[in-house]
């Protein structure tokens, strides 16, 4: 099955959607292998785009116990990632249908990604990430790893 078509070098404020798993891989654990991604997005090279429901998930997830984040950091990372953030409205009754995710808490992403224009969802959930390749979703934009894409930067 065909995959929507990204060439490099991408062009300068290249629109995405990030998953909270990228988001806290980039502003919580700052993953090293990553380092250009987001500078990519802090510079603008990256346009995210997001939804309330999307930042609110962001936020929750940045509130678990496990992850031993302080108040003060999870409000930091939060609100720096929102300011870098185009934020969509709900999705419209008349949407294009997509795939539905095992996980209902993906679903949000596709609708972002379908509804804002994006060229690309970055994700590391494998399911998500199987789903790239279904057609409604391939003519419209990719899903890959915030690696590959990061390959693809300038």
Do not use: H
């Amino acid at each position: 099955m065909a995959t929507y078509p990204l060439d490099a070098p991408l062009p300068d404020a290249f629109p995405v959607v990030l998953d909270t798993n990228v988001v806290l891989s980039l502003w919580m654990f700052e993953d090293p292998a990553l380092v250009r991604l987001r500078q990519a997005v802090e510079s603008g090279a990256l346009r995210p785009f997001s939804r309330e429901d999307c930042l609110g998930e962001l936020s929750r997830v940045l509130a678990y116990s496990q992850f031993k984040q302080p108040e003060e950091r999870q409000l930091t990372i939060a609100s720096a990632y929102r300011a870098r953030c185009t934020l969509t409205a709900p999705p419209p009754e008349d949407a294009c249908e997509l795939p539905n995710c095992l996980d209902r808490d993906d679903q949000k992403f596709l609708e972002v990604a379908r509804d804002s224009g994006a060229r690309a969802l970055l994700s590391r959930d494998k399911l998500v990430l199987k789903l790239g390749r279904r057609p409604v979703i391939a003519a419209r934009f990719a899903i890959l790893t915030p690696e590959r894409l990061q390959a693809l930067l300038a």
